[in-house]
């Protein structure tokens, strides 16, 4: 639940509570505006009046406002009006989470602000539509629309957007709980929102980014930024802020099971949210309460916040659902502390009826085990205990699948290459037949039209060949991947045996490291630039200590490419330096150096350079087995098949160093990637 709300707050308006200094702007304006004759200066003073309103979050003023402002300039022909109007109007129904009509009025003016270049105008239309098909559960369209709003919020020098824009793109990677996504994005939003002065939307950032890191259970982090959050509250003077951080930092510390600060810090923030209206705040409070003085068996005391909780939510939400079995578990764990071992009973009964999520619905019959064990009936804490472990064994199934059938999936490559291959071979033989048998169909029908068939037909090949590529380099994979990852654990077992425990550590360390990211980067077609060098650095660094620390690595790129945003097919790189070491370097006794350069000649287009000064591709080809010379060869061309049946690839090319004399210097590898 309390990631639900998270979600609602990263998607409010840039314009909360600005105090007195917004209700004296209200004051003015309202002024203003019963002085002013109904003209175009009336129009834009009703529109900044809701601009104050929506500051305030008196989103119903704010939404009459508009419309009042919306009815004049069409009565008066005033275009531009009328659109600004309507983008005020839409913006209050988005926080009134009237999705749908919000959605309809950005849509209905897009057109417009785009025809007359009001770039502002188009931006924040932009950002209200990808904030609102985010609500809606459509984030890949929403991430499309708020990357059209950044691309055009820096052509045209609008820092506040863009960093809008930034923070809105963070917060679509948090709700799809990509968190580490997320963080990287919202590193850069809140750097960028910084610059721009909007100390309101700082702290929102600061909280969301410590939020993220709460979810990945990294408690450093988590506090470093929550207190980041305290402090930009406190530059903003907004007690409202002030105490939600103290409250988040509390949590934090409850998590680490710290009891002591986690008191200090949710006292704090208790006169405020105690007094304030906002009653989810509350909640969340009681909770923590609760949860401190559990941590301290002070369960008298806990049993006196979880009822309280309980009060608050139930007048929040009702007496139904979700929202209030959390609450019933944590009572009857309370009252089973406490002896009450019949009021026990009755909250995990309650829970275990109305649980619809494995978590409460485990703790529900885990609290009723318990509750039978007290009263001697073994008989139904058998029974409880077998559901417990059933609905645990079910979550525990549900959360890691995915993870499972992975390593399952690593472990069956050897066995299955053969069946795999074979399969594959019979696919591409069917497609070939197909291409054939529709070959003379298309020449029979469409003779008279040759051009026009032999265009259709040049496509339908090349979409052929880039599913060929595709098997060709899944096989490819299917049989590099394991020896890799043996030769890596034979190396970490050497240097056990040999006692290096420290280099072993460190080995395993990277090692583990790389698997991951490549597990991470498998589950989309493209990444960012900064994630796939990460996987390179790891890469290299495992060479490195196989090399006995002769291998050296290079690494520039252009200042100018962004490579938190810059995406890229996976595998790109790697395998281009993994030839450079074992085909160029290796045979070098003393080692070498591996250079990557990357730049961006284009707007649109990415060059990546990677450079050995290893012994060359002829002497290379005479010191190593046909087996292994086949084996690399095959390698770079599904590599590059790859990427031009994808249009991912404008130019590769292979270049052989040589020196003055004619003597081989090493080997330059050039792509160009579209963007």
Known sequence: MRHIFLILLLFAPNCAKMMYGQTRAIDSLTNLVKSARQDTQQVRLLIALADAYSANLKMAQALETAKTARSLAESLGFESGRAYAIDRQAGAYSIKMRIDSALALYQSILPYAEQKKDNQLV?????GIGTNTMKKGNIDVARSYLYRALSLARKSGFLKYEAMAIYRIGGTYMGEERYQEAIDTLVIAADLIKKSGNQRMYTEACRNISDCYVYLDIKDKSLEWGKLFLQAGQVLRDSESISMANLSIGTIFINAKQADSAEIYTLRAYHFIENNHKKFNKTQLYYNLATINGLKNDYTTQLKWLLKAYEMERNLMGNVGEHLVYGMNLRGACFLKL???????????????????????????????????????????????????ETRDSMFNEENTKKLTQIEMNHEFAKKQVVIKAEQEMELTLRDAENKQQKWIFALLFLGLLGTAG????????????????????????????????????????????????TAAKYLQKFSSLLRLVLENSRTEKITLARDLDALQLYVDIESLRFKEKLQYALEIDPEIDTTFVQIPGMLIQPHVENAIWHGLMHRETGGQIKVKITQPQEA????????????????????SKSALTKKSLGQKITAERLKGTGKLAFSETIDLIDAQGNAMGTRVVMEIPL
């Open 123 to 127: 931006l924040s239309v932009l950002i």
């Open 339 to 389: 002896g009450r071992i019949t009021e026990a009973q009755q909250c995990f009964s309650d829970a275990a009826q109305q649980a619809t999520r494995l978590t409460n619905k485990a703790d529900a019959y885990y609290g009723l085990y318990q509750v039978a064990e007290r009263l001697h009936q073994p008989q139904n804490a058998l029974n409880f205990y077998k559901r417990f472990v």
């Open 455 to 502: 265009f259709v037909f040049y496509n339908y090949r090349q979409r052929q060949q880039r599913r060929r590529t595709e098997l060709e380099l899944a096989n490819l994979r299917a049989q590099i991947n394991p020896h890799f990852i043996f030769n890596c654990l034979n190396s970490i077992y050497r240097y056990t045996k040999e006692r290096d425990t420290v």
């Open 605 to 624: 287009l990415l060059r990546i350079e990677v450079e050995d000064n290893g012994v060359g591709r002829a002497a290379a080809a005479e010191a190593e």
